[in-house]
């Protein structure tokens, strides 16, 4: 959508206001200055291109993060799998966070955590992923979620911001053991 400019926008006023002067033949319409209906007739039009464009640039930004969550899954899936091909199983998950479960190495990888050597993906001296991704806007554990029902199956959950998301299938989610999250990612 083109936006208009102020400057056409105060021709249109002050076309209405010649016509207006042409209808009705008065001495005020000399006058330099608008009136206050003018006035609040090009206020109400900013005001609303302002609300579209605002609305326009959430609804943007909300995709943009959706857009790295899912980007986010993808490569924790990929560690994951590397993980797998190494020790022949999955990592075990504790409350929502990586556990390691190769011998003698049974440390928990966290989500958010300030500390980066604690978000490193790292089981018995493999690095698998130098740091696990942190929700774009949930900075605590409300981020992503990490559940492993058993050695040879995982599913990673989210949740997206946009509820129009093609990706969303509610009622079909896997994830539904998490109920703020509204999309899952499993092992192939």
Known sequence: MPFLKVSSIWYLVSGIRNTKCKILNTKYCKA????????LVVITIIA???AVVSTSFINAQM????GRRKNDLKSVQSALDLYFETNGKYPDSSSGR?????????????WQDPDPSKTAFICNSITYMQQLPKDPAY??????????????SYVLSAALENSNDPDIQPGVLICTFQPDRNYCVINP
Not at 32 to 39: P, R, S, V
Not at 63 to 66: A, E, M
């Open 32 to 39: 330099k200055g608008f009136t206050l209906i003018e006035l």
């Open 48 to 50: 609303i291109l302002i």
């Open 63 to 66: 995709k943009s993060r959706d």
């Open 98 to 110: 990586i556990r390691c479960n190769v011998t003698g190495d049974l440390h928990i990888i966290e």
């Open 139 to 152: 900075q605590d554990f409300s981020g992503y979620y990490y559940n492993n029902p058993s050695d040879f």
